[in-house]
């Protein structure tokens, strides 16, 4: 399995995708990156909800477990405040986005869809397919976070003080992309879950990517 998804990564790197590449090229101004971001947000405010859904189809405590620490983790490990929501709020205000503006902001249609194909593809799809989808996302959302905070860093649009949210995904994002994983990983002999997990694998990717190009 990890060969298939290295294979996969290699296939799709970040920095060839629409909006990185024009992140990494300087081609985009902070306006737009400030209206691309917030465009982002409601994305993470509904990342949770599919993982509810998976959660409630797995079979044992221990493997519901795994995906619940990944919920809580997501809700601020008790400290609802620092749920990552409430941080990626901070951090929009801290890159310069008006408190009205993301108040009274509309739900993006990039957003929108890419919440929607979660709470769908979990409910429809074989929970080895979810599992995937889910665990590919959190992984390519690591090395997006750390390509973001390099280039807020080197832009000095923010600094290693206020550099808020993607300081702690590009390290908490791996560990919840392995929970999922794991959850997985030991059933890729098997022909038929493989199948379920290579699709998983492959709609993950594309959802997460399509997001980002979509995004402008």
Do not use: C
Not at 63 to 90: A, M, P, S, W
Request: proline residues 1%; without cysteine.
């Amino acid at each position: 399995m990890k060969t298939f998804i290295r294979t996969l990564k290699q296939k799709t790197p970040i920095h060839k995708n629409y909006y990185f590449a024009k992140l990494r090229n300087d081609e985009l101004t902070l306006e737009e990156f400030q209206k691309s971001q917030l465009n982002f947000f409601d994305a993470v405010l509904s990342f949770t909800k599919p993982m509810f859904i998976i959660s409630s189809k797995l079979d044992s405590y221990e493997q519901r477990l795994l995906v619940l620490e990944n919920i809580f983790e997501e809700h601020g490990n008790g400290d609802i405040t620092k749920n990552h929501g409430n941080t990626f709020e901070e951090y929009l205000i801290l890159l310069g986005v008006n408190k009205k503006e993301i108040k009274n902001r509309r739900v993006n249609k990039s957003s929108q869809n890419f919440n929607l194909s979660l709470i769908e593809y979990s409910q429809k799809e074989s929970t080895y397919f979810s599992l995937a989808m889910m665990g590919i996302i959190e992984e390519r959302y690591s090395e997006m976070s750390k390509l973001i905070s390099e280039k807020l860093l080197k832009n000095k649009w923010l600094t290693e003080e206020t550099l808020v949210h993607y300081k702690v995904h590009e390290k908490l994002d791996i560990e919840h992309a392995e929970s999922f994983y794991h959850l997985i990983s030991s059933k890729w002999l098997d022909k038929n879950i493989r199948n379920d997990i290579k699709k998983g694998l492959l709609f993950g990717n594309n959802l997460i990517l399509n997001l980002y190009t979509d995004l402008l």
